[in-house]
């Protein structure tokens, strides 16, 4: 198995590639400056939407629902973790269903937590295997990604649990991306909103942010666990449920899962 790609070294390599790119546009003749200037606009064009978790360029993805009902759906990425059964406490609380954007390697860690969300009835969908970026990665990987992610989730829960939904790690994606997932079956998807409770601004914050951002088909990212700290807490989040329920109360939105937002 290859090293997950983080962030950061992603982002070195893709700006390498341009700027390697830009200096052979320099030093290229008359004649194929222009091709060659071609070739640099293309991409940047490439990594703005590699980037750019909505751009349609690598491949559609569904980032809201419908606008003219009024559902909405909370969505949580990179769990189960540590917090993650106060968050399932929380919507147990409110009646409320959501969609777990699972990664394999966490579903392993956590399995009875996968049965939990299982039972509880939320919806279960793939956030890959290791959280790796995928920006730079061909179709081979990508599909070890979700396979091993859907060994990892059957093992935990047993076979058609899974819903073949696939939000990409911090929604970055490359050329191979969209068309490796959609060969084995799965749908790419995306958000309307986050409100950045990764970063741990306090309930109060994800809670106000996340009532700012809810109306009629939008998606709401939130996060249950870190990608790249298993052992992170997700405490503000798990205190912000009750608040961002009562705000969706107020609109007069149902919270649903994504399966029946987009239904
Ligand atoms: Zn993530």
Redesign the pocket.
Known sequence: MTEPMTRNRTIRRVVALEVAMLAAAATASRRNRLAAAGLVVAGAAGAWAAFRPGSPLFGPVLSRGPSGSPRAALTF??GPGPSTEAILDALADEGVKATF?V?GRQARRHPHVVQRMRDEGHQIAS??YD?GILVLRGPGHVRDQLTRTEEAIEDAVGPGVLTHLF?A??GFRGPATWAAARSVGYRVIGWSKGVFD?ADPGPDVVAERSARALRPGCILLL?DA??WDPDRLRAHTAAAIPDICAAARDKGLELVTLDELVA
């Open positions: 990425d990179d954007f990664l956030h890959g959280h939000r790690p911090h990764s996060h870190d990608g």
